[in-house]
Structures are given as structure tokens and as C-alpha cells.
């Protein structure tokens, strides 16, 4: 087991640096002075004088790239153009707020697809499965942020059920500024995990303990409930972990449909100011969170399941 | 009947079996011909003003009413549409020819380079889809090439993954030694007796491809980073929709209800597709 979390955390620390090389490699191939770009037509002469010297672009490509990883191993991803502030705080400061948009997003529509899943998965080919199964393609088509301006448009501006805008201040009215937003991101998930639960839980019930279970005479809702259900929920680990940069994909467009704070809306307000230091910040600590979350999805499923242990 | 035609048609007839594929069948069918022939259905020009009818609801003469600059939605929708396949197709077909080349060199190739590839293609899914659409739109600014380009870009290793999984299988199977051991050439092998193996499955999975890539083009067009305006995308009415969204719901309604129309009636073409070439893959997902 630690053999393998060695060699998968190795794989992923690879991915992050090619990544990150190929991002900075990036902006040095598109044409034109790199300090120019990156800080934009409004910087100021001192700015960019001290940016030409941190990222020494007078030497060759290779030292500079030496700096630049350098500086992110201090945890330096550059100053922020117009405040002069650190990327690396600014960065941080918004992070939480994503965070709890995702997380919130995934306790629900995870909760609801495994009782929908396992709950079509006992009772297969009923009326309620149909209906289960076609609703489950039906929300999996529909991209967050169609659903999020429909639930604007619906819940928020007609019948003025929820917020429309905003964080809140307080536990009760951060819940409640919490429900339009994650209900939009989560809402595709609760069919694609219904349809993973019933899939993995009808060849789980199939198996030989659950028949065991059955001779012995255990009621079918314990079967169902213990012993069935902690097995099949398994790929359902590995999907969130995959799931969670289309979940930082999705949170992009939570955020500006809401006005939230959050990474999403930090980029898409930088872009618009060309203030191309917190772009890149920001793009990469969700690709380094991604990649961690995809390790440890493996991670967790290789200790649930020691067969999957044997493929890096 | 030469052979290819004939299971076409079975692949056909097995899709408007099912209820599903039939409706997604059609769904699809709607779309493309309304994009096909978009300058004789829209019933005003999709990016003529009209600044007196401007912000009106649906009415006989605009059947989804209009927007803030008094142009017909309803033209907008069905023009939309042309825009989304210009972006979807281009970008499905050539993820997929790339995809389908890096992967089948993968699964034939050395080993060296099959962990490089693999490598490439993790590194391409390691950045979250719309981020690094962001980060590159960032530097070489919106355009209908950029965004055909990012998603082209983001969905290789899909196809190549899949392309390198079929051919690693093949590469042992009877036929190809038996190939193999008559002399044929690499490029025979892979391209003569491999590629028709592969080519059906990376088809279902282009069609269930095809909605992310409309999603993606139309969230970028919202966010002001897809099309350039008066460009008329189904984004880019959700973008004027949801600034006006206290003034009219049919922006809105006009700009959502078609991209998930889309999206379900792709779904279910591919889904059904999917079940009529090889049903072992529908455990894979």
C-alpha cells in the first residue's frame, strides 16, 4: 500500500510539473515582450523593471524557468498588477469560498444519487427505476450553468424564494446564499451517480456474501443497506475525485451567475483587467488541487480495494 | 448492397428502435437541419436591430420575443445553432483524428513512448476543462478559432486513451500475428486492419462528446470569452439574457432551453448508439 501511494503521488507531483512547465513555456511562446503580457498595457515602468529582473528574462530560457520554480517553491506566484499585493494571498483568500461551494455541492447531490441509485438497484424495472433511469439522463444533460440561470431566473427573481447574489453573513444566511448555486452544479451528478450505485449495486447483489447473507436468513433491507451498499458505493470514491474539476469547472459559472466570490470569479475579473499573474495563480493551484483529488480518489479506492493497487 | 451500407442501416434501424435513440435521432436531425438551412427558416435577419420593437415578449411576429437592441430571439436561436455545430463539429472530428493517431502509436509503439503519450494526455486532464480554456483564451484573446482550438485540445486524451486501450487489445489478437507474420508493414497493419476496429467506437464517443463541446462553447461565449458579438450563440444570448433577466425571462428561456435540447438529444443518439455497435462499453462508463 505505501509502495503504491509513493509511486501514485510521484505520478501526480510529475503531472503538476509538466503542467506547470507547459503553462509558463505558454506564455513565452506567444509573441511579444513577456513582461508586456503578463502585466498588461496598464503597468507601471517600475513594475515591469522589477518583473524583467524576477523573471530574468535577459538569461536563457532554462534559467529562467530554474527561477520561476524557485520562487513557486516559496510559495511566490508574483504580485498582483494593480495592488502590488501577493498573488499567493489573494489566491488563498478567495480559495475557501469555492471550496465550500463544491463541497456543499457534493454532499447533496452524492447523498441523493446513492439512495436514488441503490433504491432503483432493489426495486429493479418498477415504475419508480424507469423513472429514476430517465431522469438521471435527463439532469445529466444539462450543463451547470444553464441550470444555474434557469434557477436564477425561476427561484430567485420570480418567486424570490432564495438569494439572488452574494455570500451572506452568518452560518443560516451562507447556507441559504449556498442553495441555488450548489443545487446548479450538483444537479447533473445526482443521475450520474443514481446510474453508477444501480449499475455497481445490481453486480454486487449477484455476488456470492450477499447470497450467504440471504441463506442466513437477514432481512432484505439489512442486505441492501450494509451489505450491499458500502461496496457499491466504491466507483462512486473514484468519480467524485475524477468529478472534482468538473466540479472547479462548474463553479466558474456558480460564481459569476451569483456574484460570488470565489477562483472562478477572481479569474474571470483578472482576464478582463489582463491582470495575467492572478489568471495563472489561480490556474495553477485548481490544477494542483485536481490532480491531488484525483490521487487521492486512487489513493482511497486501492485501500478499499486492493486489487486496484496493482495499476499506476 | 456493398457491406459499409448495409450496416449503416443496420446501425440505423437499431437506434430508431429504441425509444431514446429515436427521439435523440430526431432531436439531432432538427438541429442540424434548421442549422443547415438557417437563412430560409429564421423569420427576421438575426443581427438586424429594431431599437422601437426592442425588449417585447412572444408575439406572432416574434415568436420568442426580442432583446434589448429589438433583434428577433427566435432568429437568434435557430442561427445560434449553426454557430454551435461550426465550433463542435470541427473540434469532435479533429480531437478524435489526433486522438485516434497519438493513441494508436501509444498501444503499437515502444514502450518509452507509450509513457510518454500517457504522460501528455494526464497533463491535458490535469487542468480543470474551463480553466485552462480561461488561461489560454487569456493570452491569445477570444475568437471562434480559440475556442474550437481549447476544446479540440481538451478532449485528445479522451480518444486517445480509448484508441491506445482497443489497440493494445487488438495488437495480440490472431488476425494481427497472423498479419504480422506475413510481412505486413507497420502502416498496413494499423491502418488497413486496426483502424476499421477502432474507428466505430471512437464514432459513439464522439456523439456522446458533442454536448460537453456545445456546453463549453456556449459557457464561454456567456462569459464574454467565446464568439465576439453581434456573433448570435446560444451563450451569448444567456450573456445579454442574464443582465436583462430582471426586465424579460425569454433571453433566458431562448438561450437554455436549446442547449439542453441539444445536449439531451445528442445523449441519447450516442447512448443508443453505443448500445447497437458494442454493448460491452456501456459498462465502461
Not at chain 1, 520554480?69 to 506566484?77: P, S, T
Not at chain 1, 447531490?109 to 424507469?130: E, F, K, M, V
Not at chain 2, 442549422?35 to 425588449?55: C, E, K, V
Amino acid at each position: 500500500m505505501l509502495h503504491y501511494a509513493v509511486r501514485r503521488f510521484a505520478l501526480a507531483a510529475l503531472i503538476v510539473f509538466v503542467a506547470v512547465t507547459a503553462m509558463f513555456l505558454m506564455i513565452r511562446a506567444v509573441p511579444g515582450d513577456p513582461v508586456q503580457i503578463m502585466l498588461g498595457p496598464r503597468a507601471t515602468p517600475e513594475l515591469q523593471a522589477r518583473l524583467t529582473a524576477e523573471l530574468a528574462l535577459d538569461q536563457p530560457i532554462w534559467n529562467q524557468l530554474a527561477i520561476f520554480y524557485g520562487n513557486l517553491l516559496q510559495g511566490d506566484l508574483g504580485v498582483d498588477v494593480f495592488s502590488g499585493r501577493p498573488v499567493t494571498s489573494i489566491v488563498l483568500q478567495q480559495l475557501p469560498y469555492t471550496l465550500e461551494l463544491i463541497v456543499a455541492s457534493i454532499l447533496w447531490s452524492a447523498s441523493l444519487g446513492i439512495a436514488l441509485g441503490a433504491y432503483a438497484a432493489a426495486h429493479p424495472n418498477t415504475l419508480i427505476d424507469r423513472i429514476t433511469a430517465a431522469v438521471s439522463v435527463a439532469f445529466v444533460a444539462a450543463p451547470a450553468f444553464v441550470v444555474a440561470l434557469l434557477s436564477l431566473l425561476v427561484f430567485a427573481v420570480h418567486l424570490r424564494w432564495f438569494p439572488a447574489i452574494g455570500v451572506g453573513d452568518g452560518v443560516l444566511d451562507r447556507l441559504n446564499h449556498l442553495v441555488l448555486p450548489a443545487f446548479a452544479i450538483g444537479l447533473s451528478w445526482v443521475g450520474y451517480v443514481a446510474r453508477l450505485v444501480r449499475a455497481s449495486m445490481l453486480e454486487v447483489m449477484g455476488e456470492n456474501h450477499i447470497r450467504t447473507a440471504r441463506a442466513f436468513g437477514l432481512s432484505e433491507r439489512r442486505i441492501v443497506m450494509i451489505y450491499a451498499l458500502r461496496i457499491a458505493i466504491l466507483p462512486v470514491v473514484t468519480v467524485i475525485g475524477v468529478g472534482i474539476g468538473f466540479l472547479l469547472s462548474s463553479a466558474v459559472f456558480a460564481e459569476i451567475v451569483f456574484a460570488r466570490p470565489g477562483l472562478g470569479k477572481l479569474v474571470i475579473d483578472s482576464i478582463t483587467t489582463r491582470n495575467y499573474p492572478i489568471v495563472m495563480g489561480a490556474v495553477l493551484v485548481s490544477t494542483t488541487l485536481f490532480v491531488v483529488s484525483t490521487a487521492l480518489a486512487d489513493l482511497i479506492n486501492a485501500w478499499l480495494d486492493p486489487r486496484a493497487r496493482s495499476t499506476v | 448492397m456493398s457491406k459499409p451500407r448495409s450496416e449503416l442501416h443496420l446501425i440505423l434501424t437499431g437506434v430508431a428502435r429504441d425509444p431514446l435513440g429515436l427521439m435523440g435521432l430526431i432531436i439531432v436531425g432538427t438541429i442540424v437541419f434548421c442549422a443547415l438551412f438557417a437563412s430560409w427558416i429564421t423569420p427576421h435577419d438575426p443581427i438586424g436591430m429594431n431599437i422601437q420593437d426592442r425588449l417585447q415578449g412572444p408575439s406572432l411576429t416574434y415568436l420568442l420575443g426580442t432583446d434589448q437592441l429589438g433583434r428577433d430571439t427566435f432568429s437568434r436561436v435557430i442561427a445560434g445553432g449553426q454557430v454551435a455545430l461550426k465550433v463542435a463539429l470541427p473540434a469532435v472530428f479533429g480531437a478524435m483524428t489526433i486522438g485516434l493517431t497519438l493513441g494508436m502509436i501509444a498501444g503499437y509503439g515502444p514502450k518509452w513512448l507509450d509513457n510518454l503519450l500517457m504522460l501528455f494526455f494526464d497533463t491535458i486532464r490535469s487542468f480543470p476543462t474551463v480553466m485552462f480554456a480561461l488561461a489560454v483564451v487569456a493570452l491569445v484573446g477570444p475568437s471562434l478559432q480559440t475556442v474550437v482550438l481549447v476544446v479540440m485540445a481538451t478532449s485528445i486524451p479522451t480518444y486517445g486513451r480509448v484508441a491506445r486501450t482497443q489497440t493494445l487489445t487488438l495488437r495480440n489478437s490472431e488476425f494481427i500475428l497472423a498479419e504480422r507474420s506475413m510481412g505486413a508493414s507497420m502502416a498496413r497493419i494499423l491502418g488497413v486492419h486496426m483502424l476499421p476496429n477502432i474507428v466505430g467506437v471512437l464514432a459513439v464517443l464522439a456523439a456522446m462528446d458533442i454536448p460537453t463541446v456545445i456546453a463549453l462553447e456556449a459557457g464561454l461565449s456567456f462569459l464574454g470569452l467565446g464568439v465576439k458579438p453581434p456573433t448570435p450563440s446560444w451563450g451569448a444570448l444567456l450573456k445579454d439574457g442574464y443582465s436583462l433577466i430582471r426586465q424579460t425571462p425569454w433571453l433566458v428561456v431562448g438561450g437554455g432551453l436549446p442547449i439542453i435540447l441539444a445536449t439531451l438529444g445528442f445523449t441519447f443518439l450516442g447512448e443508443s448508439l453505443r448500445d447497437v455497435v458494442d454493448p460491452k462499453l456501456r459498462k465502461q462508463r
